[in-house]
T-cell receptor, first 113, second 113 residues
Framework: SQKIEQNSEALNIQEGKTATLTCNYTNYSPAYLQWYRQDPGRGPVFLLLIRENEKEKRKERLKVTFDTTLKQSLFHITASQPADSATYLCALATSGGSYIPTFGRGTSLIVHP | KAGVTQTPRYLIKTRGQQVTLSCSPISGHRSVSWYQQTPGQGLQFLFEYFSETQRNKGNFPGRFSGRQFSNSRSEMNVSTLELGDSALYLC????????????FGPGTRLLVL
């Protein structure tokens, strides 16, 4: 069966360090993968999209990697700040269909000052 | 530009009742998608509307329905509410159908007693 897995345990790190979040998937042929940020009581906010033929994408302090052989995406936040504390969701959209994204359950990131 | 707006923000209903939620997309956006978010299942796709037509549908029972108006505003209806329908209902808009970048609203928190 198809699965998208994100670490359900919260990731706690110190301010200034790099946070790395993982998204693993099985039985998908993704056209692209997205990362979203969600704060409590609010809707997800789109951060980055990476396509199946791309290895890495960067935006300011954010970096996403995509390994279709390992079926894994890594999401990095460098020089993390307490304001980066939130839940981060990955979402996969498959080709040959409707491109409706399927979301992982998210990983909570807590950045301590 | 104003973002996606959803009304009401909070709602309490009892089992067996029905509920209608409203979503106004970003001005100029013609596609509206609805999602249900629960702690147990995460963010799950309900349906997508584009040009007043349902284009895609998730795996939810027929009690969940929706519609889109000519001004792109959308409503979602849930009939015969069950306790398990308690969730955060999110609406997302995009310029075109099945577009990669979606903009989410703040959601409607529904509690079924």
């Amino acid at each position: 069966s198809q699965k998208i897995e994100q670490n359900s345990e919260a990731l706690n790190i110190q301010e200034g360090k790099t946070a790395t979040l993982t998204c693993n998937y099985t039985n998908y042929s993704p056209a692209y993968l997205q990362w979203y940020r969600q704060d409590p009581g609010r809707g997800p906010v789109f951060l980055l999209l990476i396509r199946e033929n791309e290895k890495e994408k960067r935006k300011e302090r954010l970096k996403v990697t995509f390994d279709t052989t390992l079926k894994q995406s890594l999401f990095h936040i460098t020089a993390s700040q307490p304001a980066d504390s939130a839940t981060y969701l990955c979402a996969l959209a498959t080709s040959g269909g409707s491109y409706i994204p399927t979301f992982g359950r998210g990983t909570s990131l807590i950045v301590h000052p | 530009k104003a973002g996606v707006t959803q009304t009401p923000r909070y709602l309490i209903k009892t089992r067996g009742q029905q509920v209608t939620l409203s979503c106004s997309p970003i001005s100029g956006h013609r596609s509206v998608s609805w999602y249900q978010q629960t702690p147990g299942q995460g963010l799950q796709f309900l349906f997508e509307y584009f040009s007043e037509t349902q284009r895609n549908k998730g795996n939810f029972p027929g009690r969940f329905s929706g519609r889109q108006f000519s001004n792109s505003r959308s409503e979602m209806n849930v009939s015969t509410l069950e306790l398990g329908d308690s969730a955060l209902y999110l609406c997302a808009s995009s310029l075109q159908q099945a577009q990669e970048t979606q903009y989410f609203g703040p959601g409607t928190r529904l509690l079924v007693l």
